[in-house]
C-alpha cells in the first residue's frame, strides 16, 4: 500500500535520527522529487530474497534503520515465537555496507538477549545456511543483494532448518517489523539483556569442506583427470577463498584466478553488473582462460549461491551454458552416478522450480526418481526437503537462474559444491573422451532439444509498480490463445491454489501442443516483470526468438 510519503518523511526529520541522515533527506527532496517520492511511498518488504533495495535514507531505502528495525521486529517475533534460549547466525558478503549491517543486525539481536554467531568476515550462503544448522542456532541472516547492481543491499532471513523464510513465517515477521515504527523503538545497545557475540572461522569452514565434499561421487576419474585447466573468477565477491579452497581439497591441481577479480569491492569495478548470467561478467575470465587454454570458465555471483559457467565447444571457443543446461547436465551426470554406485530407490527424488526446463523432468523419469516443481525461489525446493526429511533423500535440485544444490547439508544454494560437481563432472567425461559441451550434445541427443529464454522488463518506481500489475491484470483478462500459432491447451494460473496444490504466486504459464511453454511472474525483489520461455524441437532457437517478440513488445 502506498504510503503518503511527505508525512513519512516528515517524521523522520522530526525523529530520532541522526543530523546526516536528515541531512541527505532534505538534499534529495529538493534534488530529486521522483527518487524522493520513491524513497517514502512504501516501507521495504520481504519478497522471493526477502528484504532488498537501494541504499539510501528512507523507509523504501536499506540503511541502518530499516535494518535496525527489521531486526527488532525478527527479534520480537523469536521471542514470541520460539522457545528456548534463543540464537541466530550471520554472514554477509563484499557489498558496500555490508559489514556495518551486519554488525548492526548482531548488535541488535544481542541487546534483545539472542546470542549471535557471527561469521568473522565475508561468506558466501551456503555457509550461512551451513552454519544454522551446525550450530542448531533458530534463525540466520545474510547481509546481501545477490548479484543486483552496487547501490543496493539486502537482508535475508534463514530459519532453523538452514532455509529461507517461507510463509507464513514470512509474513509473520514482516508483521512485527511493521509494528516498529520509530528507530526508539529499537534496542541498539545492550542493556541488561545481553545475548553475546561469537565469532565463527575456520572450524566452522573445515566443517563444511568435509561434509559438503562427502557428497562427490567419481574420486578414481576425478584423480586420474585432476589436471583439468580450471578459470575461477568470484566476480569481487565472497566465493574468493572457499571456492579455490573446495577444488583444491578436490585435487585439482590446475585453478587460475583473474587477479583483479580476486578483490573483495562492493563497487564491482570490472563488471557492468556481478552477475554470472550477463556474458560480460565472465570476459575477463574467458580471457585468461585463452591464455593459459583451460578447459572451464567458472564465476559465482557475490554471495556465492549461484554460479555460471563457459566451456570450449568443438571449435575450440569458449560457449556459455545457461542455468538450464547447468542444472540438466549436473542433474544427468549426478543420476547416472547414482545409479551406477546403486544408490537409486523409490525414496531418492529431485526438484526443480516451475520456470526452470523441462528437460531436467524428463532426465529424472528416465532414471525412475521423482521430480518434484515448485514456485521460483530456492526456498521452496528448500521445503520440499524439510517436508520429506526422514522420508526420502534429496538427491539434487536447481533453478534456471544459475542455482543448483546437491544433497541436504546446505539447504539453499551452493555455488561452491556446484564448482566442485561440474569440475568432476568434466573428470567423468574426458574419461569417456568427452568435453562438457560435448557431454550436453549427448543428453540433447538422448532426451531431444529444448532451449530457453529469459527478457526482464524493468519498471523502477511507483508508476513501475503499477505498470507490471497491470500487464499481469491484462494477461488474466486476455490470456494468449495461440504461441506461435500452435493452440495454447493450458493456462496455470498460480493464484489458484487449489488448482496448483502450491502457495498462492502472481505466476502464469500457458502450455501449447508443441510443447512449448511462456511463464510470466513479477520479480520478488527487483523493480521487474520477467518473461520465461521454452521452446522444444530442432527449431527451438528460432521459436525462442519469436515467442519473445509476441510476448515482449
Given at each position: 500500500m502506498a504510503l503518503d510519503?511527505n508525512?513519512?518523511?516528515?517524521?523522520?526529520?522530526e525523529?530520532?535520527?541522526?543530523?546526516?541522515?536528515?541531512?541527505?533527506?532534505i538534499?534529495?527532496?529538493n534534488s530529486?522529487?521522483?527518487?524522493?517520492?520513491?524513497?517514502?511511498?512504501?516501507n521495504?518488504?520481504?519478497?522471493?530474497?526477502g528484504?532488498?533495495g537501494i541504499?539510501?535514507?528512507?523507509?523504501?531505502?536499506m540503511n541502518?534503520?530499516?535494518?535496525?528495525?527489521?531486526?527488532?521486529?525478527?527479534?520480537?517475533?523469536?521471542?514470541?515465537?520460539?522457545?528456548?534460549p534463543?540464537s541466530v547466525?550471520?554472514?554477509?558478503?563484499s557489498r558496500?555496507g555490508?559489514?556495518?549491517?551486519?554488525?548492526?543486525?548482531?548488535?541488535?539481536l544481542?541487546?534483545n538477549?539472542?546470542?549471535?554467531?557471527?561469521w568473522?568476515?565475508?561468506?558466501?550462503?551456503?555457509?550461512?545456511?551451513?552454519?544454522v544448522?551446525?550450530?542448531?542456532?533458530?534463525?540466520?541472516?545474510?547481509?546481501t543483494a545477490?548479484?543486483?547492481?552496487?547501490e543496493?543491499?539486502?537482508?535475508?532471513?534463514?530459519?532453523s532448518?538452514g532455509?529461507?523464510?517461507?510463509?507464513?513465517?514470512?509474513?509473520?515477521?514482516?508483521?512485527?517489523?511493521a509494528?516498529?515504527?520509530?528507530?526508539?523503538m529499537v534496542?541498539?545497545?545492550?542493556?541488561?539483556?545481553?545475548?553475546?557475540?561469537?565469532?565463527?572461522g575456520k572450524?566452522m569452514?573445515?566443517?563444511?569442506?568435509?561434509?559438503?565434499?562427502?557428497?562427490?561421487?567419481?574420486?578414481?576419474?576425478?584423480?586420474?583427470?585432476?589436471d583439468?585447466?580450471?578459470?575461477?573468477?568470484?566476480?569481487?565477491g565472497?566465493g574468493?577463498?572457499i571456492?579455490?579452497?573446495?577444488?583444491s581439497?578436490l585435487g585439482?591441481k590446475?585453478?587460475?584466478?583473474?587477479p583483479?577479480?580476486?578483490?573483495?569491492?562492493?563497487n564491482?569495478?570490472?563488471?557492468?553488473?556481478?552477475?554470472p548470467?550477463e556474458p560480460?561478467?565472465?570476459?575477463?575470465?574467458i580471457?585468461v582462460?585463452?591464455?593459459?587454454g583451460?578447459?572451464i570458465?567458472?564465476?559465482?555471483?557475490?554471495?556465492?549461491?549461484?554460479?555460471?559457467?563457459?566451456?570450449?565447444?568443438?571449435?575450440?571457443?569458449?560457449?556459455?551454458?545457461?542455468?538450464n543446461q547447468?542444472?540438466?547436465?549436473?542433474?544427468y551426470?549426478?543420476?547416472?552416478?547414482w545409479?551406477?554406485?546403486?544408490k537409486l530407490?523409490?525414496?531418492?527424488?529431485?526438484v526443480?522450480?516451475?520456470v526452470?526446463?523441462?528437460?531436467?523432468a524428463?532426465?529424472?523419469?528416465?532414471?525412475?526418481?521423482?521430480?518434484?516443481?515448485?514456485?521460483?525461489?530456492?526456498?521452496y525446493?528448500?521445503?520440499?526437503?524439510?517436508?520429506?526429511?526422514?522420508?526420502?533423500?534429496?538427491?539434487?535440485?536447481?533453478?534456471?537462474?544459475?542455482?543448483?544444490?546437491?544433497?541436504?547439508?546446505?539447504?539453499?544454494?551452493d555455488?561452491?559444491?556446484?564448482c566442485?560437481m561440474?569440475?568432476e563432472?568434466a573428470a567423468?567425461?574426458?574419461?569417456?573422451?568427452?568435453?562438457?559441451?560435448?557431454?550436453?550434445?549427448?543428453?540433447?541427443?538422448e532426451?531431444?532439444y529444448?532451449k530457453e529464454?529469459?527478457?526482464?522488463?524493468?519498471?523502477?518506481?511507483?508508476?513501475?509498480?503499477?505498470?507490471?500489475?497491470?500487464?499481469?491484470?491484462?494477461?488474466?483478462?486476455?490470456?494468449p490463445?495461440d504461441?506461435?500459432?500452435s493452440?495454447?491447451?493450458k493456462?496455470?494460473?498460480y493464484?489458484d491454489?487449489?488448482?496448483?496444490?502450491?502457495?498462492?504466486?502472481?505466476?502464469?504459464?500457458?502450455?501449447?501442443?508443441?510443447?512449448?511453454?511462456?511463464?510470466?511472474?513479477?520479480s520478488?525483489?527487483?523493480?521487474k516483470?520477467k518473461?520465461?520461455?521454452g521452446?522444444a524441437g530442432?527449431d527451438?532457437?528460432?521459436?525462442?526468438?519469436r515467442?519473445?517478440?509476441?510476448?515482449?513488445k
Open positions: 510519503y508525512e513519512v518523511a516528515k517524521t523522520w526529520l525523529g530520532d535520527f541522526d543530523p546526516e541522515t536528515k541531512c541527505k533527506i538534499e534529495l527532496r530529486d522529487p521522483a527518487m524522493f517520492e520513491d524513497a517514502f511511498y512504501r521495504l518488504e520481504f519478497g522471493t530474497g528484504l532488498r541504499m539510501g535514507v528512507g523507509t523504501n531505502r541502518k534503520y530499516t535494518v535496525g528495525m527489521a531486526t527488532q521486529g525478527l527479534a520480537n517475533y523469536m521471542k514470541q515465537h520460539v522457545g528456548g534463543l547466525c550471520i554472514s554477509y558478503d558496500n555490508s559489514k556495518e549491517f551486519a554488525k548492526i543486525t548482531a548488535d541488535v544481542s541487546a538477549g539472542i546470542h549471535v554467531y557471527l568473522e568476515n565475508i561468506r558466501p550462503i551456503p555457509l550461512l545456511s551451513y552454519s544448522r551446525s550450530k542448531k542456532a533458530n534463525a540466520g541472516v545474510m547481509i545477490s548479484h543486483n547492481p552496487k543496493y543491499n539486502g537482508y535475508k532471513v534463514f530459519w532448518d532455509a529461507q523464510i517461507t510463509s507464513p513465517v514470512d509474513k509473520e515477521i514482516v508483521a512485527e517489523v509494528k516498529i515504527t520509530d528507530p526508539s534496542k541498539f545497545v545492550p542493556g541488561e539483556e545481553n545475548g553475546g557475540i561469537e565469532l565463527m572450524e569452514d573445515d566443517k563444511y569442506f568435509n561434509d559438503v565434499l562427502s557428497l562427490m561421487l567419481s574420486p578414481e576419474v576425478r584423480e586420474k583427470h585432476n583439468i585447466k580450471i578459470v575461477y573468477t568470484p566476480i569481487h565472497s574468493v577463498r571456492v579455490p579452497e573446495a577444488l581439497r585439482f590446475n585453478v587460475y584466478h583473474v583483479e577479480q580476486d578483490i573483495s569491492d562492493g564491482f569495478p570490472t563488471v557492468i553488473s556481478p552477475n548470467e560480460s561478467a565472465l570476459k575477463m575470465a580471457a582462460a585463452d591464455k593459459e583451460a578447459d570458465v567458472m564465476a559465482t555471483d557475490p554471495d556465492a549461491d549461484r554460479m555460471g559457467i563457459a566451456v570450449r565447444d568443438d571449435s575450440g571457443h569458449m560457449v556459455l551454458f545457461n542455468g547447468t542444472g540438466s547436465m549436473l542433474t551426470y549426478i543420476l547416472t552416478r545409479k551406477e554406485l546403486g530407490d523409490s525414496s531418492k527424488y529431485i526443480k522450480t516451475i526452470t526446463t523441462e528437460l531436467i524428463k532426465i529424472a523419469e528416465s532414471f525412475g526418481v521423482k521430480c518434484y516443481n515448485v514456485l521460483t525461489g530456492f526456498k525446493i528448500a521445503d520440499v526437503v524439510r517436508r520429506f526429511e526422514g522420508k526420502g533423500e534429496f538427491i539434487c535440485g536447481g533453478e534456471e537462474s544459475y542455482g543448483f544444490n546437491v544433497g541436504e547439508y546446505v539447504r539453499d544454494k555455488a561452491p559444491i556446484s566442485c561440474v569440475a563432472c567423468w567425461a574426458a574419461e569417456q573422451g568427452l568435453t562438457l559441451y560435448q557431454l550436453m550434445q549427448k543428453i540433447y541427443a532426451y531431444g529444448r529464454g529469459l527478457v526482464s522488463l524493468v519498471r523502477k518506481g511507483k508508476t513501475g509498480a503499477e505498470e507490471i500489475q497491470k500487464i499481469m491484470v491484462d494477461m488474466r483478462a486476455n490470456p490463445k504461441l506461435l500459432g493452440p495454447v491447451i493456462v496455470v494460473d493464484l491454489t487449489e488448482a496448483t496444490g502450491l502457495p498462492k504466486s502472481n505466476v502464469l504459464q500457458f502450455f501449447d501442443e508443441a510443447g512449448d511453454v511462456v511463464s510470466v511472474r513479477p520478488g525483489t527487483e523493480p516483470i518473461f520465461y520461455f521452446a530442432a527451438a532457437d528460432e521459436k525462442i526468438s515467442l519473445k517478440d509476441q510476448f515482449v
